[in-house]
C-alpha cells in the first residue's frame, strides 16, 4: 500500500482532450479527493474483476485525485466525472446546485451515501517533541502547523471543524474561539491546496511540528516510514463523512448510468467494506467495522495496532449536524468573506 504518486496526468488529459474512450459506456471517470489514492486504486481492481464477472464486460476506470472542493469545482465547470466521491457532502451540494447531480442524491446509497468515515488526529514526529496532546498545544507560537486550505480541501473544513468544536466544547465563548482558531491558523507553515499535498509538507519534505490529518492518512505515514512518527488523537474531534454520488447528467449523456450506479452501490458490499478497513477508513458496516476497532484508553499511537486501526472510546466525536449541516456551515465558516477569511487574514 505503498503511497505512489498516483496524480494520473495522462487520465486527466486525456479527459479535457475527448481522446479515445471517454464518454463510452465501458469508460467510468470517478473524481475524488486527495487522500484516496491508494483506496481507490486497489477498489477498482476489485469492481473491475466483480463486473466482468457478473456482467461478461470489461471496463476501464480512470481516476483523478485533489482538494476536494476544487475537484468539485472542476466537475460544475465540466470535468466529465460520471461518480465522484469527494470528502463532504458539502462539496458534492455545489455540484447539485450547478445542476448536474438530481437534489435528493443523498438518498440514493445507504449510510446517507457515505459508504466509510474517518475522523481528525494529528500526526507529530516520534517522541513527539513538542508535547502536542490536545488542540491547545497548537496555539503555542514554538508549534509549527501543517493543513491544508478550507477554501480549496474538504479535509481542511473537517480539520477546521474539528478544531471549532474543541475550543466551545471547552467553554469559550464565540470571540475567544475566534481568537484561538485566529492564533491557531498564523502557526500554520504551509497552506497545502489539499491533504495529500499537507501530508507530504509534514512527512516528506520535513515541515511543522503537526499535521492535522485524516486518521487514515496519519496511519498511513505510520505504515510506510515506521518509527519516525506518532499519531495523537485530540480529546475532542469530528467524524468525517465522505460523500458519494452519480453525476446524473454526465451518466445520461455517456449511457452509464448502470455502471456508475453499480460502482458506487458495491462500496458497500462485504469485499468492498473490508478493502476500506484495510486501508485504514471506517467501513460502515458495523460487523465489518468492529474487524478493525478496539477500545483502550492509550491517546497516542507508535504503531498500527495489531489488534485494530483506531480507538473508539477516548475522544468526544461530534459531527456535522453539531454546526447545523454543510449549508450552514459553509454559510458561516467557509464562503467568502465568512469567518475563515476573517480570522485568516
Known amino acids: 500500500m505503498k503511497r505512489k504518486a498516483l496524480v494520473l496526468l ?43 464477472e457478473e456482467t461478461g464486460e470489461t471496463i476501464r476506470i480512470i481516476q483523478s485525485h485533489g482538494g ?13 466525472a460520471d461518480v465522484v466521491t469527494l470528502a463532504l457532502e458539502g462539496d458534492v451540494d455545489s455540484i447539485r446546485d450547478a445542476e448536474l447531480i438530481d437534489p435528493g442524491y443523498v438518498e440514493e446509497f445507504p449510510s446517507d451515501s457515505a459508504p466509510y468515515t474517518s475522523s481528525i488526529v494529528f500526526l ?11 488542540w491547545s498545544d497548537l496555539l503555542r507560537e514554538d508549534v509549527g502547523v501543517i493543513t491544508p486550505n478550507p477554501k480549496t480541501s474538504g479535509g481542511a473544513r473537517w480539520n477546521y471543524l474539528a478544531a471549532w468544536y474543541s ?32 501530508t507530504t509538507s509534514f512527512v516528506e519534505n520535513g515541515q511543522g511540528d503537526v499535521l492535522i490529518a485524516w486518521e487514515n492518512e496519519a496511519f498511513l505515514s505510520l505504515e510506510e516510514r515506521p518509527g519516525e512518527f506518532e499519531i495523537v488523537i485530540p480529546s475532542a474531534s469530528i467524524l468525517c463523512q ?12 455517456h449511457s452509464t448510468e ?8 458495491y462500496l458497500y458490499s462485504e469485499e468492498a467494506q473490508k478493502l476500506i478497513g484495510e486501508n485504514f477508513y471506517r467501513p460502515v458496516d458495523q460487523e465489518t467495522a468492529l474487524q478493525f476497532t478496539r477500545k483502550g484508553s492509550e491517546r497516542t499511537l507508535t504503531e498500527i495496532p495489531e489488534d485494530g486501526r483506531w480507538l473508539v472510546d477516548t475522544v468526544d466525536l461530534t459531527d456535522i449536524t453539531y454546526f447545523g449541516g454543510w449549508d450552514a456551515a459553509n454559510e458561516k465558516h467557509f464562503t467568502d468573506g465568512a469567518l475563515f477569511d476573517q480570522l485568516y487574514e
Open 124 to 134: 507529530v514526529r516520534a517522541g513527539n517533541p513538542k508535547e502536542i496532546n490536545d
Open 167 to 198: 475550543f466551545e466544547r471547552e467553554g469559550l465563548s464565540e470571540e475567544e474561539i475566534i481568537e484561538a482558531m485566529r492564533s491557531l491558523y498564523q502557526n500554520v507553515v504551509v497552506l497545502d491546496s489539499g491533504a495529500r499535498g499537507s
Open 68 to 80: 476536494s472542493g476544487k475537484q468539485a469545482l472542476e466537475v460544475a465547470n465540466g470535468l466529465p
Open 258 to 265: 448502470e455502471t456508475a450506479a453499480a460502482y458506487l452501490n
Open 10 to 52: 495522462a487520465g486527466l488529459t486525456c479527459m479535457l482532450s475527448g481522446c479515445s474512450g471517454i464518454g463510452s459506456s465501458n469508460t467510468l471517470v470517478n473524481v475524488s479527493y486527495d487522500p484516496t489514492r491508494e483506496l481507490y486504486e486497489a477498489y477498482n481492481e476489485l469492481f473491475t474483476a466483480y463486473w466482468e
Open 242 to 253: 465522505p460523500t458519494v454520488a452519480v453525476v446524473d447528467a454526465v451518466v445520461y449523456e
